[in-house]
C-alpha cells in the first residue's frame, strides 16, 4: 500500500492543484493532502477553510484525504506512514526552490522521496496567488478555480474590503 502525501498551502485550491491531486491519487493507494498551517505567508483563508475546500472538490477522489499539519513536511509524510512528498512543477522557476526543498527533506529523512509531477501546460501559469489578485480587483476568477471556491474567494474579499 503506498501513501503520498501533498503539503502546501492551498490559499485558495486550484484547477492547478487538482489536476496534480488527480494525477497522484492514480499514482498512489492513499493521498493525503496537508494543508499547512504555520505559513510564514499570512493566508487569506483560515486552515480549517482551507480544508473544507480542498475536501468539497475532492470529495469524488476515494482514496484522498485532507488534513491540516503543522511543521515540517517530513514529519507529516512519516505521521502518515508515507513513502512521498509529491509536489508540483510550473516552470522552472519553481524548480530551484523545490529541489533545494527536496534535497533538505531527503537529509532530514532519507526515507522519504519527493515526487514531482510537471503541470499541466494549461495551468502552468497559475497561482493562488495571482487568483486572489484578479479576485480583489474584481476580474473574472472562474477560469482558474471550483465554481464552490470562487464564490468563497469573493465572499472572503467582500469581508476584506
Ligand atoms: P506552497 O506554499 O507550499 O508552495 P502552494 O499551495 O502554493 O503551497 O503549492 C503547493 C504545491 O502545488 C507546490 O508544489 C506548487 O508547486 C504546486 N502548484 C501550485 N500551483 C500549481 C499549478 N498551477 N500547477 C501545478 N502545481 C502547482
Not at 32 to 42: A, D, E
Not at 80 to 93: F, N, P
Request: aromatic share 8%.
Amino acid at each position: 500500500m503506498i501513501t503520498a502525501v501533498y503539503p502546501g498551502s492551498f490559499d485558495p485550491v486550484t484547477y492547478g492543484h487538482m489536476d496534480i491531486i488527480e494525477r497522484a491519487a492514480k499514482l498512489t493507494d492513499r493521498l493525503v493532502i496537508g494543508v499547512l498551517k504555520n505559513n510564514t505567508k499570512t493566508p487569506l483563508f483560515s486552515s480549517d477553510e482551507r480544508v473544507n475546500m480542498l475536501k468539497k472538490v475532492t470529495a469524488s477522489l476515494p482514496n484522498v484525504t485532507v488534513r491540516s499539519f503543522e511543521g515540517l513536511s517530513v514529519d507529516f509524510a512519516r505521521e502518515e506512514g508515507a513513502a512521498a512528498i509529491v509536489r508540483g512543477l510550473r516552470a522552472v522557476t519553481d524548480f530551484e526552490y523545490e529541489l533545494q526543498l527536496a534535497q533538505t527533506n531527503r537529509a532530514l529523512a532519507p526515507g522519504v522521496d519527493t515526487i514531482f509531477l510537471t503541470t499541466n501546460l494549461k495551468y502552468s501559469y497559475l497561482s493562488s496567488s495571482t487568483v486572489k489578485e484578479i479576485a480583489f480587483f474584481g476580474g473574472d476568477i472562474s477560469g482558474f478555480v471550483h465554481p464552490e471556491i470562487a464564490a468563497m474567494v469573493r465572499e472572503k474579499i467582500k469581508e476584506k474590503q
